[in-house]
């Protein structure tokens, strides 16, 4: 199967020609039209920018277990309207994927599902519980190939555990990705403390909670010579110690969420638990300073931690709500609203946080192909994007089985019209067309 | 108005008015006759997800004074005990055809969700929400620090037309959990008054200094040279206390004992106080903790008028947000 692109703006650069033939980018520019055949399938790229496809290291799919707020199918039918072609399933499932049995199932489910590639993360202890190390060798050795390693949700905490872990995964390659949260600091936390959580009356997360297990980590990492990625940095402080960090030659990355780019603490003076996320949303001061640390290449990857609830873990007092919001969908378009439509990045930029820079730390870069750059002979992972469109958002027209959504209602600029796996378009014309249909395979 | 839910919903005028209403309101129960028709037909619900005898019967006796129906609907024993979730047993309070939900809640910003979620149309009266706000216990403490400390007003009534501009109050205790604390500032510096928190740092919230008020950690210094007209001693929960702090956490501060030594209101204290200066607390107290037998019990308490006055400002609550509708504001 052929496609011809046609004046299509790679990296938003100047407009061209792009054939995609048998999965690959067979030929960009001038022999273009030839490459694709006179059988291919003719796509007016007039106006249109084309990534690679995005990669998100930081999504929860919620299967097993909570299938009443996303399944693999769904959660991933989202994931390529949202523009991606990978994402990494977090671990905090129901059985948790601290196993090698639960990271193939939903290797599986993701094949099976054909709308993204799905990548397992291994948990990092046994049932997320910080106390024994889940068996990662297994995880990584198993189909699902898992080289990202997460207790996400979960802080691990026990500083030998983590020591632990960081030296483990250099067996394979791999990696601990920290949701750096120090549980004694945060006990029954609700949002950032500060200035809004005092006057609200909701129990504070500070800061300092993030940084102390940010600072540990970063020092463990090099004291071991291991991998750390820093989940969802919230705070001034821990762009500061992340930066700090890198000036050493500790091998950290780090992760901005679009929520703590664009959002900020004062949003929960709704009490609307819409807007109830862990790591809290944070002032617009820290929001600057992460804003500020994607641009200058101290924050890696925006991942997108979407977090789907179902109705009624949202339908209810702040306190008693779920934390987390969904994200998928609109990650991108909130991008280019706030970094590229503002001329504080370049489409090359978002192609390095959203789809090189995350395939690299996961590991898919080599394996699968994902995160590769647009270029003659590379797998066929390829998302054009409207910078123009307008779109307001309408939780009801989301392809999640979730509507958590703190941005109901907000106009965002940028939105995705295709996206192609491996040549193949799970978008057409800003709608889903047609999973990937993969040979069920039997051992 | 068709809610109260925080202190901050009133300008000046606005909580001038209300304390006015309720003086009136106050003059109707020196009558033989305490009841007033005013609410007939109505029905006023008391949706207590928090034990609460004191407010609930407050809210019950004014509801009743102006002759509304009163539903009272407490956590326990009821459906909420089984799971129910706020959202249903709103609606189900709403079908049963209740005017206003009075309720108290154990989370922050719950009657918020009731009123701003669209779950029910109701008016609804926030009789305290977790440590966020309790504005009928701030109107009660405005109007009994109005009528102690500004002097006769319109009508030869104490303070009637008046606000609370010059008068200096320090509230004392445990800022961080208290929603009286925080509707207390609130309101009383929509007043005109300037209130000085005074607590431990450790009870005392970040951020606090966004607040419009003073603070410090020396009570001494404020009973002495701060010349405070009136003292508000807050409770100080148990499970909040050094050795004693639930389950096993890292308690506020050491000991109760050093708690008392430095923020109990002693009878040293109780004297270095202006002669006209006058002593609140929301109750329950803890006698001995952060209040002492004499100040609790010596003629600067005005703590059991506290409670009658709750009757009054919640009579002209209840008054506002349901007869408001149709006759003007008072």
């Known amino acids: ?443 | 108005m068709r809610h109260l839910l925080d202190a901050a919903d009133l300008d000046r005028d606005a909580a001038v008015d209300l304390l006015d209403t309720a003086s009136r309101m106050a003059a109707t129960q020196e009558r033989e006759i305490k009841k007033l028709p005013t609410l007939r037909g109505r029905t006023v619900v008391n949706l207590f997800f928090e034990d609460s005898t004191r407010t609930r019967i407050s809210f019950e006796t004014a509801a009743k004074r102006l002759s509304a129906d009163v539903i009272n609907f407490s956590a326990k024993g009821s459906s909420v005990s089984k799971g129910e979730s706020l959202k249903d047993t709103a609606q189900t309070l709403q079908a049963i055809g209740a005017d206003a939900v009075v309720i108290r809640h154990q989370a922050s910003g719950a009657p918020h969700r009731l009123a701003a979620s669209g779950w029910v149309a109701t008016s609804v009266i926030n009789a305290g929400d977790g440590t966020h706000q309790h504005p009928t216990q701030a109107l009660l403490d405005a109007y009994t620090l109005r009528r102690h400390l500004t002097g006769p007003g319109s009508d030869g009534e104490p303070g009637l037309g008046k606000d609370l501009s010059g008068l200096h109050v320090a509230i004392v205790g445990d800022v961080l959990h208290s929603r009286v604390a925080r509707s207390n500032v609130q309101l009383l510096t929509t007043l005109g008054a300037r209130v000085t928190l005074v607590a431990p740092p450790t009870l005392l919230p970040v951020g606090v200094g966004a607040w419009d008020c003073a603070t410090s950690y020396h009570l001494d210094e404020v009973i002495g040279d701060g010349a405070p007209d009136a003292v508000m001693t807050l409770r100080v929960q148990r499970e909040r206390m050094g050795a004693e702090a639930e389950g096993g956490a890292t308690g506020f501060f050491p000991s109760p004992l050093e708690y008392t030594r430095t923020y109990g209101l002693d009878a040293r204290r109780l004297r270095m106080l202006p002669d006209h200066a006058i002593v609140l607390h929301p109750g329950p107290m803890n006698r001995g903790l952060e209040i002492s037998a004499e100040a609790a019990d010596s003629s600067r308490a005005v703590i059991r008028e506290q409670v009658s006055n709750g009757v009054a400002v919640r009579m002209a609550v209840l008054y506002l947000l349901l007869a408001g509708e149709k006759e003007k504001w008072s």
Not at chain 1, 343 to 352: L, N, Q
Not at chain 1, 358 to 385: F, H, K, T, W, Y
Request: proline share 5%; aromatic share 4%; hydrophobic share 45%.
């Open chain 1, 1 to 443: 199967m052929s496609y011809l692109l046609r004046g299509v703006a790679p990296l938003g650069e100047a407009p061209t020609d792009v054939a995609l033939v048998d999965g690959r980018i067979a030929a960009i520019g001038a022999d273009a039209v030839d490459a694709a055949g006179s059988r291919a399938t003719v796509l007016d790229g007039a106006g249109l920018v084309a990534l690679p496809g995005l990669v998100d290291l930081h999504t929860h799919l919620r299967e097993p277990g909570r299938e009443d707020a996303e399944t693999v199918e769904t959660g991933t039918r989202a994931a390529a309207l949202g523009g991606y072609t990978a994402v990494h399933a977090m671990a905090n499932t129901s059985p948790v994927a601290d196993t090698a049995g639960v990271v193939e199932q939903v290797w599986r489910l993701g094949r099976d599902a054909g709308w993204a590639d799905v990548f397992p993360v291994g948990a990092v202890s046994v049932g997320l519980a910080g106390r024994h190390l889940a068996e990662l060798g297994a995880m990584a050795y198993s189909a699902a190939r898992v080289r990202v390693f997460s207790d996400d949700g979960m802080c691990v905490h026990d500083p030998v555990l983590m020591r632990r872990a960081l030296e483990y995964v250099k067996a394979f390659d791999g990696v601990v990705a920290q949701h750096a949260q120090e549980p004694r600091l945060t006990q029954g936390a609700q949002m950032h403390e500060g200035e809004v959580s005092a006057e609200l009356g909701l129990a504070g997360w500070p800061a300092v909670a993030e940084e102390a297990i940010v600072a540990r980590d970063v020092l463990l990492a090099e004291h071991v010579g291991a991998r750390l990625h820093v989940l969802h940095v919230s705070t001034a402080g821990s762009v500061d110690l992340v930066r700090w960090a890198k000036s050493r030659g500790i091998a950290v990355t780090a992760e901005a969420t679009p929520h703590h780019l664009l959002l900020t603490d004062d949003l929960a003076r709704s009490y609307d638990p819409l807007f109830k996320v862990n790591p809290p949303l944070r002032t617009a001061e820290d929001a600057e300073a992460v804003r500020v640390g994607l641009v200058d290449g101290t924050i890696d990857v925006v991942g997108t931690d979407h977090a789907p609830h179902s109705r009624e873990d949202k339908d209810c007092e702040w306190a008693a709500a779920a934390f987390g919001m969904i994200g998928l969908e609109t990650a991108l378009s909130i991008v280019h609203t706030l970094m590229v439509a503002t001329g504080r990045m370049t489409w090359a930029d978002v192609a390095r946080v959203m789809s090189s820079t995350p395939a690299r730390i996961g590991r898919v870069d080599q394996s699968s192909g994902q995160g590769r750059p647009l270029a003659v002979g590379e797998p066929a992972n390829v998302v054009l994007i409207d910078p123009a469109a307008r779109w307001t958002v309408d939780p009801g027209a989301l392809a999640s089985l979730s509507t958590n959504t703190p941005y109901a209602g907000r106009e965002l600029t940028g939105r995705v019209v295709s996206t192609f796996l491996r040549g193949h378009p799970t978008v057409l014309d800003g709608r889903l067309n047609e999973p990937v249909r993969t040979p069920v395979e039997y051992p």
